[in-house]
């Protein structure tokens, strides 16, 4: 109740030259809060952050390799050199349904 008073009576006061170092908003309803995450302090927040960051970076990174491999492996060279009947009896369907299936077909083999 007392922060709530001081939010108000600091929107009262003259404000000029105050609003553009610090911004003043109405707190959340007490059922949206989350109260387990209400004790933990700044610094293990920028903790878990940076560490969810390094664990993003690297799944990216790692990632890029599963999906050049399938890539390179469902292209339409490797499937000639591969599997030259499969690829002989798409080449029978029409120009643009054969373009089609070997553009998506590395998408669907992900």
Known sequence: L?????AEQ????NTEGFSSRASIRPA???KHVIWINAGIS??????RKRCLSVLFFVGVLLWSFPVTFIQAAFSEESL???????L???QKL????????????????L
């Open 2 to 6: 007392r922060d709530r008073i001081t």
């Open 10 to 13: 600091v929107l009262l006061f």
């Open 28 to 30: 959340p309803e007490p």
């Open 42 to 47: 700044d610094d293990e927040v920028k903790t």
């Open 80 to 86: 000639k050199r591969w599997s030259p009947g499969h």
């Open 88 to 90: 002989e009896h798409l």
């Open 94 to 109: 029409p120009y643009q349904l054969y373009h089609m299936i070997m553009g998506y077909l590395p998408v669907l083999a």
